[in-house]
């Protein structure tokens, strides 16, 4: 979500203003582009500019779909200049609601960690960690870098490894270990005059750099397009032509499930749910300059919602409400066996 390429290679300010202009227009996607303009400004250096967004979202009178990860980056920003107080504040918010998106954790705990609060970004990564992955036998990829950031954090302090930390090296891909990649004494070596020192400093900065990139190079989620129930029976009353795509509500459902299970089982990485609405997949069509009731639209409309930053990871989390809206936790509905 975050843009990193620098800022001398990109017109961040005016990539920022391209994302509010967008914003407007698609007033549903608003929170997920908002958050990347706000991304540019701080790539900018224009940080106050960057927390009146964040300022926008969270005061605006819809919901946000995650406001905790709103208020982590408002946090984080704000103490990149100067409004520590404030920004701790924040931070002591964020924890104390418990949210059960790791982005949120990640972020604060990254601010405290950047500001030298090694110990206590120690106890915000480890409090995400139990919150969010006790009893949970596969992690999703979501939380990997909870993990990666907390191994960290833990190497810099000079603490045993756990079993997370364990957990952490089996989902690193990099041909360096967290160990090595997480030495302390790493920055050390770059002032050596040794070659063989610096030569080995390059390889694995080489490696982290090949992780990194790799994980920014991560495509938009597989996505499978979602429709609710009243949405699904305004779109198949208005184009009659898409009941063979969706004999019922409930088939619907079913089809959704079993399709993303067999993508998993396939191993298909990085899956996905989008929700459509039919005044947005109306628009969608007539973009495209076609009729609503070609089918064909339904598979490239998910596509568009899932690159606008509407695609919700799917399994969702253990604990968390299943997919398809009825409230009732994933694996008591969807996601029993």
């Known amino acids: 979500m975050r843009p990193d390429t620098p800022a001398e290679n990109v017109d961040h300010t005016a990539e920022a203003a391209r994302l509010e202009r967008t914003a407007g227009l698609y007033p549903e996607d608003a929170e997920a582009l908002l958050l990347q303009a706000a991304a540019h400004l701080e790539l900018a250096g224009a940080r106050p500019a960057a927390s009146t967004l964040y300022d926008r979202l969270l005061s605006s009178s819809g919901s ?7 208020r982590a980056l408002k946090a984080s920003n704000l103490w990149e200049y100067g409004h520590e107080a404030e920004a701790r504040a924040i931070i002591e918010g964020v924890r104390a609601a418990s949210p059960r998106d790791p982005a949120p954790w990640v972020i604060v705990a990254e601010a405290l960690e950047s500001h030298d609060e090694l110990e206590a970004a120690q106890d915000t990564f480890t409090e995400g960690a139990r919150l969010l992955l006790t009893d949970v036998t596969d992690p999703p990829y979501s939380t990997h870098p909870l993990l990666f950031g907390r191994h960290r954090v833990r190497r810099m302090l000079g603490l045993p490894h756990d079993e997370w930390d364990a957990l952490a090296d089996t989902f690193n891909s990099s041909p360096v270990s967290l160990d090595e990649l997480h030495d302390p004494k790493r920055v050390w070596s770059l002032g050596s005059d040794n070659p063989a020192e610096l030569e080995a400093e390059i390889s694995r900065l080489r490696a982290e750099l090949g ?3 790799e994980a920014l190079s991560r495509p938009f ?22 009941s063979s795509e969706y004999p019922s509500h409930e088939e619907h459902l079913t089809t959704i499930e079993a399709s993303l299970r067999e993508l998993a089982s396939s191993g298909t990485p990085n899956l996905g749910i989008v929700t459509g609405t039919v005044p947005s997949y109306e628009a969608f069509a007539a973009s495209e300059g076609s009729s609503p009731g070609d089918a064909t639209l339904l598979p490239q409309y998910a596509t568009t919602l899932a690159a606008r930053g509407r695609a919700v990871e799917w399994p969702p989390q253990r604990g968390t409400a299943c997919w398809c809206g009825s409230g009732t936790a994933y694996e008591a509905c969807h996601g029993a066996e």
């Open 211 to 213: 992780t990194y990139r």
């Open 221 to 242: 989620p597989v996505a499978v397009l979602h429709w609710s129930a009243g949405e699904l029976s305004e779109l198949v009353s208005s184009y009659p032509t898409l």
């Open 64 to 70: 946000l779909e995650n406001p905790f990860l709103v």
